[in-house]
């Protein structure tokens, strides 16, 4: 929250900087004032506008708090396994549809007699 906080009004901070500058340099600029003052109001806007929009990507209600979870090797199976048993279930599911329409077509042609 307080990064949040501080992230804000430091950016607006910065934009307020370069704006003040941007102007000192334009009132300044018929007694030819230095154009490094312009690259310096560019460069203020730059990081203000990049710290506001970093501060406005934090978020505040996640934790920083990573929990490592343990490993239960038990539960964890190899690729082609999970692979081979989604086969054979999909081959068990497609035969019983495959029974049940030859069922349905069946019971179509007992009707029709």
Known sequence: MIKLILGAFLGLFLIACAI????FYLTGLADGSSPL????????????????????RININQANIKVDQPVNKAKT??????NSQLIAEYA???EAADRLKVLEMSAKA???K
């Open 77 to 82: 199976i190899n690729p082609l396994e999970r």
């Open 110 to 112: 007992e009707e029709e």
């Open 37 to 56: 003052l312009f690259v310096l109001s560019i460069v203020l806007v730059s990081a203000g506008v990049y710290i506001l929009y970093r501060a406005g």
């Open 92 to 94: 068990k599911t497609s």
């Open 20 to 23: 003040a500058t941007a102007f």
